[in-house]
């Protein structure tokens, strides 16, 4: 993100909006920065739109005993009473000079009235915080880690997101950790698996991906590893369908199809699409349909529909190598 100066807060109305509570908190945090940085004694006050009132509203333009310079936080802009509205809508029409008022509304319909009326005014500029796609979060761990003087290989970004998940305050948190361990060293995957290697995903994603290439003896090397480590069988079985819908989606796509198309019709990230192409080379359409029954039938043993889970599994891997044209 980039840096705010004080004219871009003070006496100006900042609305951050979306559901990304971490984009929306560094919003905040940049606002209040470029506070600081014009006046390091000004004061930063927060509080919760609910608790706004119009004798809140008023106080908001009148000087404070310790410093003229103010950042006003106002979170939860969605829940403001109604009566503050008009009140709040005013205020925002005319700020006070030495005053950035920052309003942060979580997403949503509620609100989005006085959204659209704060949206019209000149004297606010907002900035939104939309959800990230999947195939766009090995894209933000890349620029974590580079913001942490760091270095990270795709393969290793995209491992991350499946050891880590999706949520964007995990994986910034493990960004900042491997960065902060490994100081001008790149981040591989063999340094991701020494950190999050335990991770019930990435065992999942691992078996999946032997599998799919016929590593049958390695394929079942690691589910026994996994299912002794207690992974849950749903994972694996979660795991196996998404790698076939990948491998379905590429086999099916026109040819010269450009990567970026690609990778955003299968859901993964565009390096991705090189161990995908590998894998495809070994499956037709009658073997991809045979490893999709075989998998949907071992989805549905391990919840409920057989006794032995891991024997479940087992048949699994073997069906799905199986399934390929050649090994």
């Known amino acids: 993100m980039s840096s705010l100066h004080a004219s871009d807060v ?28 014009a006046d390091p004694e000004s004061e930063v006050s927060q509080a919760t739109a609910d608790q706004v009132t119009m004798a809140v509203l008023a106080d908001l333009a009148s000087p404070s005993l310790f410093s003229s310079v103010r950042c006003v936080v106002v979170r939860g802009l969605e829940d403001l009473p109604d009566d503050a509205h008009a ?13 950035a008022l920052v309003l ?21 500029s907002e900035v939104r915080s939309a959800p990230l796609r999947p195939s766009e979060l090995t894209r933000f761990v890349s620029a974590e880690v ?11 970004a995209e491992l991350l997101v499946q050891a880590v998940g999706q949520d964007l305050r995990a994986l910034a948190g493990a960004a900042a950790q491997l960065a902060s361990d490994f100081p001008g060293e ?28 016929g590593r049958t003896a390695t394929a079942l090397e690691e589910l026994r590893w996994a299912l002794d480590s207690g992974t849950p069988s749903v994972l ?42 590998e894998q495809a080379r070994g499956w037709d359409e009658r073997g991809l349909a045979g490893a999709i029954r075989a998998v949907a039938q071992a989805d549905a043993d391990v ?15 073997l069906a799905v190598t199986s399934a390929r044209v050649r090994s």
């Open 10 to 37: 003070l006496g100006r109305i900042r609305l951050v909006t979306g559901p990304e509570e971490l984009l929306n908190d560094r919003s905040v945090a940049a606002a209040t920065a470029a506070v600081r940085a």
């Open 87 to 99: 009140g709040l809508l005013e205020y925002a029409a005319a700020p006070a000079e030495d005053v």
């Open 104 to 124: 942060v509304h979580s997403g949503g319909q509620k609100g989005s009235g006085l959204l659209t009326r704060l949206r019209k005014l000149p004297t606010v």
């Open 146 to 156: 580079r913001s942490h003087g760091g270095r990270i290989a795709e393969d290793a």
């Open 186 to 213: 790149p981040l591989t995957q063999a340094v991701v698996r020494r950190y999050f290697g335990g991770r019930a995903e990435v065992k999942s994603f691992t078996i999946a991906d032997a599998a799919l290439a």
């Open 236 to 277: 694996v079985t979660s795991a196996f369908a998404s790698g076939l819908r990948g491998l379905a989606r590429v086999g099916s796509a026109p040819r010269g199809t450009a990567d970026a198309d690609l990778a955003r019709q299968a859901g993964v990230p565009p390096w991705k699409l090189r161990t995908i192409r």
């Open 303 to 317: 919840k409920g529909a057989a006794g032995d889970a891991g024997f479940a599994l087992e048949r699994m891997v």
